[in-house]
């Protein structure tokens, strides 16, 4: 049974720091990419950030870029996402996900592409 749970979030004022994980057991994580998507309120899902396998590529949004900053740890199977001059516009439930066989980049984008997802948490960003 695979399970991907996240911690980390939480309350932070504007221009402060938080660092995400998402812990992996029942798949074998070296071999999925990873992604971290967020969700605000009466929005749809949007893609953040997400690495290869090998941790050689990541990918972030515009709108994240320079600020956040996805990593792994094969051996621990965990993905972390280190979050850096927090905006409000940044509050939502943040989700990590799995996905095995990626069929191009343009992929990763997509929430519909992944395998498997976390059940999210909780970030509130104040001004």
């Known amino acids: 049974q695979v399970q991907l749970v996240e911690s980390g979030g939480g309350l932070v004022q504007a221009g402060g720091s938080l660092r995400l994980s998402c812990a992996a057991s029942?798949?074998?994580?070296?071999?999925?990419?990873m992604g971290w998507f967020r969700q605000a309120p009466g929005k749809e899902r949007e893609f953040v950030a997400a690495?290869?396998?090998?941790?050689?590529?990541?990918y972030y949004a515009d709108s994240v870029k320079g600020r956040f900053t996805i990593s792994r740890d094969n051996a621990k199977k965990t993905v972390f996402l280190q979050m850096n001059s927090l905006k409000p516009e940044d509050t939502a439930v943040y989700y990590c996900?799995?996905?095995?066989?990626?069929?191009?980049?343009?992929?990763?984008?997509?929430?519909?592409?992944?395998?498997?997802w976390g059940q999210g948490t909780q970030v509130t960003v104040s001004s």
């Open positions: 996900a799995a996905i095995k066989n990626l069929r191009g980049i343009p992929y990763l984008y997509q929430p519909d592409t992944y395998d498997y």
């Open positions: 029942g798949l074998t994580f070296s071999s999925y990419t």
């Open positions: 690495i290869s396998w090998t941790a050689g590529n990541t």
